[in-house]
């Protein structure tokens, strides 16, 4: 589904990632570790496609298409999803209304008609339930004044409705409590199947308890310095990046 | 060649003398003054440049009265010139219109539908309109299609108790000079809005004097127009107790310019004054240019007043944000446009006008 290899990325001439490669099969769930600053974020931000990265050399395959021609809402439309660190606020937007217009917008490129209102509320009504998400919430404008949390449940309240085959998700599980964090798992593991696959970046072995990913890979200065299952979360939890990374 | 009139001193000065020198001229030309800085009155703006087709079709509105020439009387306007209440202000427009144009009186409480409409270019006169009662509601300022050399004012007395809706079209103009002056009786209110698109020279003037107890929400809305597109504003409190509130909003592109200039003057009496004025430019390209400049002058101690201006380009991360959900990019400029002016059109009470106005501003985007 997804085949980076050998990428290096620069910002204003600085190089942050730095030779990576990374393959995720078709239902395949992947974790990403790794301190502060090693990467992570700006990996994902070249996969959904932001401008202002500069790809020196290597390539990423999606679909068996070059990811790197497609622009970002093409990509967004070929089914890659980032749940982003940072969720942006949109002043004078209401969440429903964006909502369905990234809907509508994912029908068209499928060569559907728009959705219709009814069904539109229904969709809306329980995916936003199962998230905790109340109805008052979707009136307001889209993530402003939105506690931290509350931020990444709309993410995930996203990735819901459009259903994407890949889904990175960018430390969501920051910032959440207990209950939150639960709920937002469930939502990914609902989504989860064999036709989907999620890159999940975190610096917690608390979200991989309930989503069990078949990888762990560890991030350091911007490549990869080692993969292995579950048990790497674990021995990572106790012994903390430095060691690892030595017995890499 | 004419001899450059100095205007600084403007209405108190001499009149006449002055009526005299500028009227043998084009009324615009050297022309100088500090309210009228960014307003270019004297540059032809429109040679160059050719309107889109872009109408404002009020007739889509219905049960709307239009007001007809039988429906006014004549007003001497003239005599009246020297007495201005605004204080430190100036208005040329004021003057040059009154010069220029006879004038006609309208009592809107004569009408008994709920929306009015006054189409300027029906008549070539000042217009002087009265309320007193309740009813109508909303009265609507058809200012479109025109293209004139002098400006016209527009003057309202609102007697105590009185309210009124004001959504002012001004909409594919290539010259428009307009000169509002609202006079607001205790406990009075009022809600202006002020749609502006596809004008090619443009300065509407809005002098607002209060009394106690009174409102009035002021809002503007600037969405494309060519040239220069000039706001002025002069709200000011003369007794305790008012509330005045200014939005405007400007998005600039394609080599437009958009100024916005506005004054809230509290007077000595005038405790409990509550103040708001905001202007915000939005800019598309790196060709236009928003000029905003707002000012207080307050000699009460107890009033709360406030205002801010920002000029700014779009935000490429919310963009990217909406593409990132598969959204184009068109479409996320047209949304992110609308957000940015929806405060100006959710002010408006009539649903059947604001619906109108929601696809005008669609249609524009
Ligand atoms: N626009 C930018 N300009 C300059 N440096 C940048 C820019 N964006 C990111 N960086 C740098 O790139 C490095 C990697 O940042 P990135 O956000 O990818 O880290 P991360 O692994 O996501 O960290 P965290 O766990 O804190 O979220 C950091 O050193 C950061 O300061
Ligand atoms: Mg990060």
């Given at each position: 589904?997804?085949?980076?290899?050998?990428?290096?990325?620069?910002?204003?001439?600085?190089?942050?990632?730095?030779?990576?490669?990374?393959?995720?099969?078709?239902?395949?769930?992947?974790?990403?570790?790794?301190?502060?600053?090693?990467?992570?974020?700006?990996?994902?931000?070249?996969?959904?496609?932001?401008?202002?990265?500069?790809?020196?050399?290597?390539?990423?395959?999606?679909?068996?298409?070059?990811?790197?021609?497609?622009?970002?809402?093409?990509?967004?439309?070929?089914?890659?999803f980032l749940a982003f660190q940072?969720p942006?606020?949109?002043?004078?937007?209401?969440t429903?209304?964006?909502l369905?217009?990234a809907?509508?917008?994912?029908?068209?490129?499928?060569?559907?008609?728009?959705?219709?209102?009814?069904?539109?509320?229904?969709?809306i009504?329980s995916q936003a339930e199962d998230l905790g998400i109340?109805?008052?919430m979707l009136?307001?404008?889209l993530n402003?004044?939105y506690s931290g949390g509350e931020k990444k449940k709309q993410e995930i309240l996203q990735m819901s409705i459009l259903k994407p085959?890949?889904a990175i998700l960018d430390e969501t599980d920051s910032g959440l409590d207990?209950d939150a964090l639960r709920i937002v798992s469930e939502g990914v593991n609902k989504l989860r199947?064999?036709?989907n696959?999620f890159?999940v970046i975190t610096?917690?072995?608390?979200l991989?308890?309930y989503i069990?990913?078949?990888?762990?890979?560890?991030?350091?200065?911007?490549?990869?310095?080692?993969?292995?299952?579950?048990?790497?979360?674990?021995?990572?939890?106790?012994?903390?990046?430095?060691?690892?990374?030595?017995?890499? | 060649?004419?001899?450059?009139?100095?205007?600084?001193?403007?209405?108190?000065?001499?009149?006449?003398?002055?009526?005299?020198?500028?009227?043998?001229?084009?009324?615009?030309?050297?022309?100088?003054?500090?309210?009228?800085?960014?307003?270019?009155?004297?540059?032809?703006?429109?040679?160059?440049?050719?309107?889109?087709?872009?109408?404002?079709?009020?007739?889509?509105?219905?049960?709307?009265?239009?007001?007809?020439?039988?429906?006014?009387?004549?007003?001497?306007?003239?005599?009246?010139?020297?007495?201005?209440?605004?204080?430190?202000?100036?208005?040329?427009?004021?003057?040059?219109?009154?010069?220029?144009?006879?004038?006609?009186?309208?009592?809107?409480?004569?009408?008994?539908?709920?929306?009015?409409?006054?189409?300027?270019?029906?008549?070539?006169?000042?217009?002087?309109?009265?309320?007193?009662?309740?009813?109508?509601?909303?009265?609507?300022?058809?200012?479109?299609?025109?293209?004139?050399?002098?400006?016209?004012?527009?003057?309202?007395?609102?007697?105590?108790?009185?309210?009124?809706?004001?959504?002012?079209?001004?909409?594919?103009?290539?010259?428009?000079?307009?000169?509002?002056?609202?006079?607001?009786?205790?406990?009075?209110?009022?809600?202006?809005?002020?749609?502006?698109?596809?004008?090619?020279?443009?300065?509407?003037?809005?002098?607002?004097?209060?009394?106690?107890?009174?409102?009035?929400?002021?809002?503007?809305?600037?969405?494309?127009?060519?040239?220069?597109?000039?706001?002025?504003?002069?709200?000011?409190?003369?007794?305790?107790?008012?509330?005045?509130?200014?939005?405007?909003?400007?998005?600039?592109?394609?080599?437009?310019?958009?100024?916005?200039?506005?004054?809230?003057?509290?007077?000595?009496?005038?405790?409990?004054?509550?103040?708001?004025?905001?202007?915000?430019?939005?800019?598309?390209?790196?060709?236009?240019?928003?000029?905003?400049?707002?000012?207080?002058?307050?000699?009460?101690?107890?009033?709360?007043?406030?205002?801010?201006?920002?000029?700014?380009?779009?935000?490429?991360?919310?963009?990217?944000?909406?593409?990132s959900r598969?959204?184009?990019?068109?479409?996320?400029?047209?949304?992110?446009?609308?957000?940015?002016?929806?405060?100006?059109?959710?002010?408006?009470?009539?649903?059947?006008?604001?619906?109108?106005?929601?696809?005008?501003?669609?249609?524009?985007?």
């Amino acid at each position: 589904m997804l085949k980076i290899n050998n990428l290096h990325v620069s910002i204003e001439g600085k190089q942050i990632i730095k030779g990576l490669s990374l393959s995720i099969n078709k239902g395949e769930v992947h974790a990403l570790m790794g301190p502060n600053g090693s990467g992570k974020s700006t990996l994902s931000y070249v996969l959904s496609g932001k401008e202002g990265y500069e790809i020196e050399e290597g390539t990423i395959e999606y679909n068996g298409k070059n990811l790197l021609d497609l622009e970002v809402d093409e990509r967004a439309n070929a089914g890659l999803f980032l749940a982003f660190q940072y969720p942006m606020e949109i002043p004078g937007v209401q969440t429903s209304f964006f909502l369905k217009t990234a809907i509508n917008s994912k029908r068209k490129f499928l060569g559907m008609p728009e959705i219709d209102a009814l069904e539109f509320a229904k969709l809306i009504k329980s995916q936003a339930e199962d998230l905790g998400i109340g109805s008052e919430m979707l009136k307001r404008d889209l993530n402003v004044n939105y506690s931290g949390g509350e931020k990444k449940k709309q993410e995930i309240l996203q990735m819901s409705i459009l259903k994407p085959d890949m889904a990175i998700l960018d430390e969501t599980d920051s910032g959440l409590d207990i209950d939150a964090l639960r709920i937002v798992s469930e939502g990914v593991n609902k989504l989860r199947s064999e036709q989907n696959s999620f890159l999940v970046i975190t610096h917690y072995q608390r979200l991989l308890n309930y989503i069990k990913p078949d990888f762990v890979h560890i991030i350091a200065d911007g490549r990869i310095v080692k993969s292995g299952d579950f048990s790497l979360a674990l021995e990572l939890e106790e012994k903390g990046y430095e060691d690892i990374s030595k017995t890499a | 060649m004419s001899t450059a009139v100095k205007l600084d001193m403007m209405p108190s000065k001499d009149i006449s003398d002055y009526a005299e020198k500028v009227l043998l001229n084009n009324p615009f030309e050297n022309f100088k003054i500090e309210n009228y800085k960014y307003a270019q009155l004297h540059k032809s703006i429109t040679s160059n440049v050719s309107l889109d087709e872009f109408k404002a079709d009020l007739s889509s509105i219905s049960s709307v009265k239009n007001i007809k020439l039988s429906d006014t009387s004549d007003i001497d306007l003239l005599s009246d010139l020297n007495k201005w209440n605004f204080n430190n202000a100036d208005s040329y427009f004021r003057v040059n219109s009154i010069l220029e144009r006879s004038s006609k009186k309208i009592d809107l409480d004569l009408f008994r539908e709920e929306i009015v409409c006054l189409d300027l270019s029906l008549f070539k006169e000042n217009i002087h309109l009265l309320k007193a009662s309740d009813s109508p509601k909303t009265l609507m300022i058809n200012n479109s299609n025109l293209s004139e050399d002098c400006a016209r004012s527009i003057i309202l007395n609102l007697s105590e108790n009185a309210k009124l809706n004001i959504i002012h079209y001004n909409i594919s103009n290539s010259k428009s000079f307009l000169y509002f002056e609202i006079n607001q009786q205790n406990n009075s209110n009022i809600k202006f809005l002020s749609f502006q698109s596809n004008n090619i020279h443009t300065r509407n003037e809005f002098f607002a004097s209060l009394e106690e107890n009174c409102s009035l929400d002021l809002y503007g809305l600037n969405i494309h127009n060519y040239g220069v597109n000039d706001n002025y504003s002069f709200i000011q409190h003369m007794k305790p107790s008012s509330q005045s509130r200014e939005v405007f909003k400007s998005i600039v592109k394609s080599g437009a310019i958009t100024n916005f200039q506005g004054k809230i003057y509290v007077d000595s009496i005038a405790q409990k004054t509550d103040g708001y004025q905001m202007s915000r430019s939005l800019i598309l390209d790196n060709e236009s240019k928003a000029n905003n400049k707002p000012e207080l002058e307050i000699y009460a101690d107890d009033v709360k007043c406030s205002h801010g201006s920002t000029v700014s380009k779009l935000n490429q991360d919310q963009v990217y944000y909406f593409k990132s959900r598969g959204i184009d990019e068109e479409q996320a400029i047209k949304i992110l446009q609308k957000a940015f002016l929806v405060e100006t059109l959710e002010a408006i009470e009539n649903t059947q006008i604001k619906e109108y106005s929601y696809s005008l501003l669609d249609s524009r985007l």
